[in-house]
């Protein structure tokens, strides 16, 4: 087979090692791999060479992604989609497998409706917002880069003994600010899903701070991770938040600190290292098996999609992921509804 092979959207940690254990796996069984430049933009341009090993050796430990990745604006239009059609007949490709998110898994399953080739999709954004998949690649080495951060901020804000308010990535998805938050002994995490308005969050953390640093309780440090999707502006939350403290806690100075791409960036973790090679082997024998239009998911909660022989990897189709992902962002998704769950009740003792 000729499989080509393209990382699309947000790049995240891991990303590379899924390049690598699709392009290995494939050489290793008879098939030419091709690796296609920039995502989609590449893919229009026929940007595209093949793979030999020397090309993938050492690249799993890399963070980004060694076949660079865009957000293409001309793709998702009819004359886009017509151009990467031709491309795909052009480069001769039996199967193309997309490792990327939501945008990318909704490309390639837009791309595949005429099945121009197999499309197999691999979860790859540090948002965690992508259905049927208990994690995508890059989330976890996301989640450790804020932990360090988290406690870098910590350590300092406890010399002080002042507030922060740390601000994560996360567009429509408050997972990586809840997994870390936690992880770092945040006093309070704020996420868009929980609805509410600014006024609520500015009580509510005024609350939270009022506790922290009421008289005997001696606490060296305040921390309120908040995800990015959180509408209200982080400095302005800040601000307010000023204003009650100079009254509730007069002395203590809060401070603010937006950790932004440093978050995609770095080394992948063990874990991302792993799934992206079990989600990448995978992906190649989807690919020999004929199977079109699928994601392959790790470790997927409930009995959705096709078992394989790894008792962690199934194979999903993709509008049953895309149609989940969107229950992940509208909170409507069981999986949602029990993070916020267990969050609540982390909530009530975070701030004790
Ligand atoms: O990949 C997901 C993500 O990192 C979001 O968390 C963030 O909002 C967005 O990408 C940033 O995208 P860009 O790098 O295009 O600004």
Redesign the pocket.
């Known amino acids: 087979m000729k499989i080509g092979v393209l990382t699309s959207?947000?790049d995240?940690p891991g990303m590379n090692g899924a390049v690598r254990t699709v392009a290995l796996t494939g050489l290793a069984r008879g098939h030419t791999v091709v690796g296609i430049r920039r995502g989609y933009e590449g893919l229009l341009e026929g940007d595209a060479a093949p793979l030999a090993p020397s090309d993938i050796d050492g690249i799993a430990r890399l963070g980004g992604t060694i076949l660079g990745s865009a957000?293409s604006a001309v793709f998702p239009t009819a004359e886009g989609q017509a151009l990467a059609k031709r491309r795909l007949a052009e480069l001769g490709l039996d199967a193309l497998v997309v490792i990327g998110?939501n945008g990318s898994l909704t490309g390639a399953h837009v791309l595949g409706e005429e099945r121009p080739c197999l499309m197999v999709g691999i979860p790859g954004?540090?948002?965690n917002d992508i259905g049927h998949t208990a994690l995508s690649i890059g989330v976890d080495t996301a989640v450790n880069t804020i932990v360090e951060a988290c406690d870098r901020i910590s350590d300092t804000a406890s010399a002080h003994r002042r507030a922060f308010v740390v601000e994560v990535?996360?567009?429509r998805s408050g997972f990586l600010a809840m997994r870390a938050g936690i992880a770092a002994e945040a006093d309070a995490v704020l996420y868009a899903e929980s609805g509410e308005g600014e006024a609520q969050l500015v009580a509510r953390m005024r609350e939270v701070l009022a506790r922290c640093f009421r008289p005997g309780r001696n606490k060296k440090r305040a921390l309120i991770v908040k995800a990015?999707g959180v509408e209200m502006p982080t400095s302005k939350l800040v601000a307010a938040l000023r204003e009650h403290l100079a009254v509730d806690a007069p002395g203590v100075e809060i401070r603010e600190t937006v950790l932004g791409?440093l978050v995609?960036g770095g080394h992948p973790s063990a874990l991302d290292r792993m799934i992206a090679q079990r989600l990448g082997f995978a992906a190649v024998l989807a690919c020999e098996g004929g199977k079109h239009d699928v994601m392959a998911a790790w470790d997927t909660p409930g009995d959705v999609g096709e078992r394989t022989a790894d008792r962690s990897v199934r194979l999903v189709p993709i509008p049953e992921v895309l149609a989940e992902t969107e229950r992940l962002l509208d909170g409507t998704s069981p999986v949602t509804q029990r993070r916020l769950g267990l969050l609540r009740t982390a909530e009530k003792l975070m701030s004790f």
């Open positions: 959207g947000g995240a957000r998110g954004s540090i948002d990535m996360g567009r990015e791409h995609r």
